[in-house]
Nanobody, 127 residues
Framework: QVQLVESGGGLVQGGGSLRLSCAASGLAFSSYAMGWFRQAPGKEREFVAGISWRSAGLTKYTDSVKGRFTISRDNAKNTVYLQMNSLQPSDTAVYYC???????????????????WGQGTQVTVSP
């Protein structure tokens, strides 16, 4: 049974930092591309960042977080991280990690193309 468990969310002031973690189990983690998505109230779920499988070392970010967020993975710990710096109130959302089991060099940005999802962690950024 595949499980993705996010942690690290919370309340932070604008300009602050948080690091989200997503611990995976029940899957061959290093063979999966991983993504972070977020969903604000009344909005659709949107792609934030993605990282390719194994050691391909490819990453992708939505424009609004480039230079502020960094995605990384530790295959030995079956964990993917999202380091978020210079947080803004517009970053407030529930953040989800997702796993894509289809081996590909392409990091997908469409939520429906991911196979497994975590339950989400709330990130709230105050002005």
């Amino acid at each position: 049974q595949v499980q993705l468990v996010e942690s690290g969310g919370g309340l932070v002031q604008g300009g602050g930092s948080l690091r989200l973690s997503c611990a995976a189990s029940g899957l061959a983690f290093s063979s999966y591309a991983m993504g972070w998505f977020r969903q604000a109230p009344g909005k659709e779920r949107e792609f934030v960042a993605g990282i390719s499988w194994r050691s391909a070392g490819l990453t992708k970010y939505t424009d609004s977080v480039k230079g502020r967020f960094t995605i990384s993975r530790d295959n030995a710990k079956n964990t993917v991280y999202l380091q978020m710096n210079s947080l803004q109130p517009s970053d407030t959302a529930v953040y989800y990690c997702a796993a894509d089991r289809k081996v590909s060099a392409v990091i997908k940005i469409v939520p429906s193309l991911y196979d497994y999802w975590g339950q989400g962690t709330q990130v709230t950024v105050s002005p």
